[in-house]
């Protein structure tokens, strides 16, 4: 061997030394960090306690686990199955309030003094209206023609007709 090798061979043993020396020293999962030095001041611990001097390298990113993102979401699998359809629509939006259906039924009709009174039954009851009236706090008589009678639901103020034509 020449004098070239054997100083060759000298420092790749002081490096291998040194090098299982500093391992030795560290903790489990530690980042080494080189640089220039300076006094340490903060250090923060990554995953799995590894510890990372900020001040000194703040250019290195704590590494994070390859299963979760750092938002803590699932990156999921890569080979997953996956879909080409369109997603579903959303749910209709519910459109405006509605009156409900009217809730008495045409009995009959009298014309009278030049007014029209109407019969009609609600629930058990029939009752006798004319134009104005109030029918269940709920309902007003608008107008009453020959073959309609027109309402307003007072809650929404909606109006709705029904028919007084007598069924053959």
């Not at 020396?21 to 995953?47: I, N």
């Given at each position: 061997m020449n004098k070239r090798q054997v100083l060759l061979a000298f420092a790749l043993l002081a490096t291998l030394g040194l090098a299982l020396?500093?391992?030795?020293?560290?903790?489990?999962?530690?980042?080494?960090?080189?640089?220039?030095?300076?006094?340490?001041?903060?250090?923060?611990?990554?995953?799995a306690g590894a510890q990372v001097?900020?001040?000194?390298?703040p250019h290195v990113a704590l590494l994070q686990p390859r299963d979760t993102m750092p938002e803590g979401k699932s990156t999921g699998a890569a080979f997953a199955a996956r879909t080409w359809?369109?997603?579903?629509?959303?749910?209709?939006r519910?459109?405006?309030?509605?009156?409900?259906?009217?809730?008495?039924t045409y009995v009959g009709k009298k014309f009278e003094e030049g007014s029209w009174e109407v019969?009609?039954?609600?629930?058990?009851?029939?009752?006798?209206?004319?134009?104005?009236?109030?029918?269940?706090q709920q309902w007003r008589v608008d107008k009453i023609e020959p073959s309609s009678m027109t309402l307003t639901y007072?809650?929404?103020?909606?109006?709705?007709?029904?028919?007084i034509v007598a069924a053959n």
């Open positions: 020396t500093v391992a030795d020293d560290e903790e489990p999962g530690a980042v080494a960090v080189s640089g220039p030095t300076r006094a340490a001041k903060p250090v923060s611990r990554g995953p001097n900020v001040e000194l390298a359809d369109p997603p579903p629509p959303p749910p209709p519910p459109g405006p309030p509605v009156a409900p259906p009217l809730p008495f019969f009609i039954e609600l629930g058990e009851r029939v009752l006798v209206v004319q134009e104005r009236d109030l029918i269940a007072l809650p929404l103020n909606q109006k709705q007709s029904l028919s």
